[in-house]
């Protein structure tokens, strides 16, 4: 019997997708930030309430931009958060920016996030 590799790996891919927005609430906590609702803080400050209320709520989320994420988190804290997930900032920002919603998302079941 052969095996099936595109769909082995399909499979894999898929399972990495539904761990990835936990893997990145746990390398956020690491980072001077605190964790997600330090993330969500500047976020707010910057103006992207709509957003953020968004991935709290149970409606659909409202994505941000890599501009908007550079904008609102600094240099040194977006270079730690790359550290934190071992990958260079521009690669950081690729991932924030598809997986903090469904980051808040899981870290928020009834509109707030759990504290710790």
Do not use: P, S, T
């Given at each position: 019997m052969a095996i099936d590799w595109a769909s082995l790996a399909k499979g894999v891919a898929g399972e990495?997708?539904?761990e990835a927005p936990s893997i990145l609430a746990q390398?956020?906590?690491k980072n001077n930030m605190?964790?997600?609702q330090g993330i969500l803080n500047k976020l707010q400050e910057a103006g992207l309430n709509k957003q953020v209320a968004s991935w709290l709520s149970d409606n659909k989320n409202i994505p941000v931009t890599k501009e908007q994420l550079r904008a609102a988190i600094n240099d040194k804290q977006l270079q730690e958060i790359a550290r934190s997930l071992g990958i260079p900032v521009d690669q950081a920002l690729d991932v924030l920016t598809k997986y903090l919603p469904a980051a808040v998302d899981q870290a928020s079941p009834s509109g707030q996030?759990?504290?710790k």
């Open positions: 990495l997708e539904k390398a956020l906590a605190g964790d997600l996030l759990a504290k």
